[in-house]
């Protein structure tokens, strides 16, 4: 299985809703990442998790919460959204990541998913 | 900061002509940079990235120190060659960074 996968394809939710978006990687990937894309603009990286470990977050508001519960998933929760998080939500991974003491970089090519499109009502 | 910028928005050109999809970087270390892709309809996927030195589906990339600069090349344009191009820089060093340009659709016109 040489693809990422996420689901829902498709989310719409109300400002005081909860919601969950799943990104899943069978590759033995150890590195995944969350990103951001609003219509006609790049993607925008979010959070990297090395080895289901949180390693960078980009001062992404509290609102949403990534997990990475073993080396094949990564969820992002969603809670108390406003409408201008509405977007499409990119998830990549990668063979794996450098982090700690060293320089952090990103290892060979990143894989991405087809994206959720989130819209926030 | 670190900056990537792909000054067209559109670019079209007529099958068989040459293609030059341009990007310029602003960063003070030894960048890691690369050219994804995104045909209609599929998703984002990677097309070059400069360490390999590769050429694929035509397309060649050297990266240029002196000019910052990291353009995408294409000697024969294919229709099939019609998509967004993103380029993009990873840091490798300090803070992490993966910055996306903003992109250029390439049309390639019978």
């Known amino acids: 299985d040489t693809e990422v996968t996420q689901t829902p394809k498709h989310l719409v939710m109300g400002m005081t809703n909860k919601k969950s978006l799943k990104c899943e990687q069978h590759?033995?990937?150890?590195?995944m990442y969350w990103y951001k894309q609003k219509a006609k603009k790049p993607p925008e990286l979010m959070f990297v998790y090395s080895y289901e470990k949180l390693s960078i977050n980009e001062s992404v508001p509290s609102r949403f919460s990534p997990e990475c519960p073993n080396s094949s998933l990564l969820n992002l929760h969603l809670h108390a959204l406003q409408p201008e998080d509405s977007a499409l939500y990119l998830c990549?991974?990668?063979?794996?990541?450098?982090?700690?003491?060293?320089?952090?970089?990103?290892?060979?090519?990143?894989?991405f998913g087809p994206g959720t499109r989130l819209t926030v009502l | 900061a670190q900056r990537v910028t792909q000054p067209e928005k559109l670019l079209s050109v007529f099958k068989g002509a040459p293609v030059e999809l341009k990007c310029n970087y602003s960063y003070s270390g030894s960048p890691e940079l690369f050219w994804y892709v995104q045909y209609s309809r599929q998703r984002l996927q990677l097309l070059l990235r400069?360490?390999s030195r590769e050429s694929i589906k035509g397309f060649t990339a050297d990266l240029n120190k002196g000019e910052t600069s990291f353009h995408l090349k294409k000697p024969f344009a294919q229709e099939e060659d019609s998509a967004m191009y993103y380029c993009a820089l990873g840091t490798t060093s300090g803070t992490y960074k993966y910055i996306f340009g903003t992109g250029t659709r390439l049309k390639v016109l019978a």
């Open positions: 400069h360490i």
């Open positions: 990549a991974s990668s063979q794996f990541f450098l982090g700690g003491r060293g320089p952090a970089r990103s290892y060979n090519e990143q894989f």
């Open positions: 590759m033995g990937h150890r590195a």
